[in-house]
DNA sequence: CGGGTGACTCGAC
DNA sequence: CGTCGAGCCACCC
């Protein structure tokens, strides 16, 4: 696993209950602007990690849940966003700017 | 090496 | 936030 995985899931695990952030904000973050679909393609596997990860948390730039197909189950993916708090209604993130969660804005303010 | 694919994103309309 | 097209990049034949 490159570094670059590494660094991915380590943001994800970030992301606290009841918020959410996009596949994009990930990818600027690590470093790869452009690698929006490769941190989709790390969720994807993010299963053959050993550390859980929270991958319910990570939605496209919209709040909507495109990855709800990748979870064992039909709405697996809206449940466990609404156990968090986060209202959820035809695949979409109500509030999303509300609950969206920037890795730049809120780890910068802790690393500072 | 080349082509297909996708849990994305952006700009236009 | 609907659609369409183009760009993107790791992965898998």
């Known amino acids: 696993m490159s570094d670059l995985y590494s660094r991915i899931?380590?943001?994800v695990r970030l992301i606290p209950a009841g918020r959410a952030t996009s596949y994009g904000a990930i990818a600027?973050?690590?470093?790869?602007?452009?690698?929006?679909?490769?941190?989709?393609?790390?969720?994807?596997q993010c299963h053959a990690h050993k550390e859980y990860t929270p991958a319910h948390r990570?939605?496209?730039?919209?709040g909507m849940l495109s990855g709800?197909?990748?979870?064992?189950?039909?709405?697996?993916?809206?449940?466990?966003?609404e156990s968090e708090g986060i209202m959820?209604?035809?695949?979409?993130?109500?509030?999303?700017?509300?609950?969206?969660?920037d890795p730049f804005k809120e780890l910068d303010e802790i690393s500072i």
Request: without cysteine.
């Open 58 to 62: 990570v939605v496209n730039r919209l």
């Open 88 to 101: 959820v209604v035809n695949d979409q993130i109500q509030n999303f700017d509300q609950v969206f969660w």
């Open 9 to 11: 899931y380590g943001v």
């Open 28 to 44: 600027r973050y690590i470093g790869s602007p452009r690698g929006s679909r490769m941190v989709g393609w790390a969720m994807n």
């Open 68 to 81: 709800k197909h990748h979870f064992p189950g039909e709405n697996v993916m809206q449940e466990l966003l």
